[in-house]
């Protein structure tokens, strides 16, 4: 932290939101707002000019949106953290945010002893997640990454479910039969089996094969 107390420039397309976040920040002493923005392109600008410790940045704004304001922060202006500061906290919002570059995500119920704290621990280069954001994270990690079949790994699961050997298979296919182990192995360990019928069954569970 510099002398004088961190430097925060607060992005968000919501005035009345900005104006709150500033509010609860502006009280602290150990805080100094020097710049706001309502969408990605004018914070860029801010950063630029006013080299602050933390961007507070919304994920969904015009112009340049929460996700590419932060990738293009991270990529010019290292010394800047990114503090998301959101509504949103889908999978899928929270994955683009921490990918980009994001050094925390936070909710927009947080309290303001929360704020102020995320605030000092992302300028120190702390990791800064709200509970339910990092709850998600955790379930996400925890779930089995599932590639999907190529098509020719499915065209070998129906002859599987066809009730065909190896051999037969290849035959079907027009495909050496050491083609088909081959086939057979990758399949097993996206599905996570061990054995061809148990491969038939997840798939149908998975809506990966239809069978009459």
Known sequence: MREGGLRIVVVDDHTVMR??????????????????????????????????????????????????????????????????????????EIERGVEAGAIGYLLKDTTREQLVAAVHAAARGETVLAPRVAEKLVARMRRPVQDPLTERETDV???????????????????????????LLRLFAKLDVNDRTRAVVVAMERGILERP
């Open 19 to 92: 104006a709150g976040v500033i509010a609860l920040l502006a009280a602290e002493d150990s805080i100094e707002i020097v710049g706001e923005a309502g969408d990605g392109r004018a914070a860029l600008e801010l950063v630029e000019r006013y080299d602050p410790d933390v961007a507070l940045v919304d994920l969904r704004m015009p112009v340049l949106d929460g996700v590419a304001t932060t990738t293009e922060i991270v990529a010019r202006y290292p010394r800047t953290r990114v503090l998301i500061l959101t509504t949103y906290d889908t999978d899928a």
């Open 157 to 183: 699961l129906n002859a599987v479910a066809d009730g065909l050997t190896n051999a037969e298979i290849g035959r079907r296919l027009v495909i050496a039969e050491a083609t088909v182990k081959t086939h």
